[in-house]
């Protein structure tokens, strides 16, 4: 501040010909000291600054610097507000004294622990660590810094596993409870928002019984202190320090020390004596050597000597430049030539208040000016406690926060970074691991959100994320992979002619139409001889070609789904075996007929010839086209995906379109089964050629078995295996009726020839 003084005193272009005086006191960082302080100052009770013609004011105080802690400076401004006198600090950060309800006149250089706490939060994000601890002064600086710090990390997603404060005046056992809590805990990672000489006593606990590897994360109260870096334990701690900078000229004023000026202050002299270890005063009870003169500032190393890390001390260059500036616009005038300043007038403490709202320069490349919070514009540098090869801890700059940026691009860092014990690899502080992809977070009962167990995902869902708070289902349409990260098309299934169950079947009825055929050509080759003219030939071929299309409708049945297919599969299957039962009935009615037919006096024949035949069947597959074209008109079959039978994959199949249409097309087969095989039981024990009748009667009850055995498979049956059913039904009671009635006739035309002649047939 003095050096600041002097320059100001001596520049011509700030404040020319008008000097600023000063006065310092100590609030020994008490808030008693320092409320005793401003009633001094307001009080008006020192001594004038400076004595003389020249000074044209008798002490009344125009602003304050000042106080280093914010608890004091709370204090300060409660104190002086009443009277207008700004108050700027260069060291009070607490984000409460931006409230300008609360302290209108207060003014600070350095930025609002807000910001600091934001750039924290971040910080700790942008590793990757969720799960930490902290440590904080039980003062306002600690306490409304680590609730700001909290809120950030919130937001962030960041739990804190504890809280726990201290002041280096508490009692032992209360910083061994403290150091206790971070030996014990999970987290490595501490964030500590706390003053310097609190963290002091807490590190020489930690000295005595060291804790395990903890990452420390500064705020800018501790970060930047060379006392601290001694403290190996700490080495690779990283945190917000203010930005560094280079006053000129300082280090030659500090340096520029006479003995005059030396004894002529107390707080030198005891600084003198210290740093050489000697005694400016006569003291045989001090054990020191008395000082000879010979003792050379410049060869001094210490913090006072050091000017390269300047960062608070910048901001009282930049405090008391501020109120320079606002005396100066409030006196001074500019023009054209010169700047005149009226050294006659009256100045007061609102007039300088005002015009410290307005200020806006920059000195030494450093901007300095104030928000209506009375904040400046926050900029952080990003500090790493390196190890030299020397052994030296030293302060390295690895990135900085911007506040003035916009948002999402105020934090900058590299990599070039040394963590705890020294590692080159970013430490790990979580609760819990990252969940992988495939899984989501289940919170753990009573623990913070930070704390969870990774559950593999639900069937059909998925998350594609890591540490995903929950699983997502897949479209209708497509399924998870075996990691459950991804979605899929499902495979669409069907009965396609490429599998074996497929071929199978489409052999079976193939084969079972050239037998079809086969029969139909034995038939025709043996059209002359008995036991074909017998048998009613013209409904035999019938039959048999009814009995063809029965066996080759059953390959509509394979293959992809089409709106054409889908028709045709179910009516066609509904009319050839309308047909086929209709030419079973009629040969079991000609039987019927024919033993009425021997009965004395009896006509019956005459009413069921074959022109009463052929309209027979020509009737009865009549009544089934028209139930079919109802059923086609209203509501046909169509093609559907069917994503309900199994979830993992996608049936392609034949919806019926109208169920009734569906079961009034096999019931309607079933009613004319039934009736035929009532009558052919009827009939089994009357004298026919061949047994004709005993054989329909085996075929209808073969066809009736399976068809009963159809309708709970078939509706049991899951996908592809539903149509697979339908087919074997079809198969298997073409095949029961073709062998049952056919096979033992052709055995006799083509093994026993000689059963087929006229004589044979009498003799039976």
Known sequence: MIFAIEEINNSTELLPDIKLGYQIYD???????????????????????ESGNNCSHSGMVMAVVGDSTSTNSISLSHVIRPFNVPLVSYFATCACLSDKQQYPTLFRTIPSDQFQADA??????????????????ESDYGNYGMASFRAAAQREGICVEYSVSLLRTDPLSKIQRVADVIRRSTAMVVVAFIASGDLRVLFEEFA????????????????????????????????????????????????????????????????????????????FDSGKKECDGTEDIKKLKNPYTDTSQ???????????????????????????????????????????????KKVNFSRNGYPVSFDANGDPVAFYELINWQKSESGVTELVTVGYYDASLP????????????????????????????????SHKVLQKGKPICCYDCIPCPEGEISNTTDSPDCSPCPSESWPNAQRDACFPKPVE??????????????????????????????????????????????SFLLLFSLTLCFLCSLTFI?????????????????????????????????????????????????????????????????????????????PPFPMKNLSTYKEKIILECALGSAVGFWAVLGYIGLLAVFCFVLAVLARKLPDNFNEAKLITFSMLIFCAVWLTFIPAYVSSPGKFTVAVEIFAILASSFGLILCIFAPKCFIILFQPEKNSKKSLMNK
């Not at 139909?520 to 013209?538: D, G, K, L």
């Open 208 to 283: 005595r019984e060291p804790p395990p590897p903890r990452q420390w994360i500064g705020s800018e109260g501790w970060i930047t202190d060379p006392l601290l870096m001694s403290y190996s334990f700490c080495a690779g701690a990283i945190g917000v320090a203010i930005q560094q900078s280079v006053i000129p000229g300082l280090r030659e004023f500090l340096l520029d020390l006479s003995p005059v000026q030396v004894a002529a202050s107390s707080v030198l002299t005891e600084f003198w004596e210290d740093a050489f270890n000697c005694t400016l005063i006569k003291n």
């Open 407 to 438: 948002k999402g691009q105020e934090f900058h860092i590299n990599w070039n970074i040394t963590w705890v014990e020294r590692g080159t690899a970013v430490p790990v502080s979580v609760c819990s691991e990252s969940c992988p992809l495939g």
């Open 310 to 356: 300047l960062r608070i001390t910048n901001m009282v260059y930049k405090a008391v430049y501020a109120i320079a500036h606002a005396i100066h616009n409030a006196v001074c005038q500019e023009t054209n030539v010169s700047t005149q300043c009226d050294n006659d007038s009256r100045l007061d403490s609102k007039k300088i208040l005002t015009e410290l």
């Open 27 to 49: 609030s020994c960082a008490s808030v008693l000291v320092a409320a005793d302080v401003a009633f001094q100052l307001l009080n008006g009770k020192e001594h004038v600054f």
């Open 120 to 137: 924290l939060a971040k910080l700790v994000k942008h590793f990757g660590w969720t799960w930490i601890g902290a440590v904080r002064s």
């Open 559 to 635: 293959g992809a789904p089409s709106d054409w297919s889908c028709m045709l599969r179910h009516t066609a299957f509904g009319i050839t075996f309308v047909l086929c039962i209709s030419c079973v009935l009629g040969k079991t009615v000609v039987v019927l007929m024919a033993f009425k037919a021997t009965l004395p006096g009896s006509n019956v024949m005459k009413w069921f010839g074959p022109p009463q035949q052929r309209m027979a069947v020509v009737f009865f597959t009549f009544i089934q086209i028209i139930i079919c074209t109802v059923w086609l008109l209203l509501s």
């Open 494 to 539: 069907f009965l396609s002619y490429d599998e074996v169950l497929a071929i199978i079947l489409a052999a079976f009825s193939v084969s079972g139409a050239c037998l079809a055929i086969i029969t139909a050509a034995i038939f025709f080759h043996h059209r002359t001889t008995p036991i074909v003219r017998a048998n009613n030939s013209e409904l």
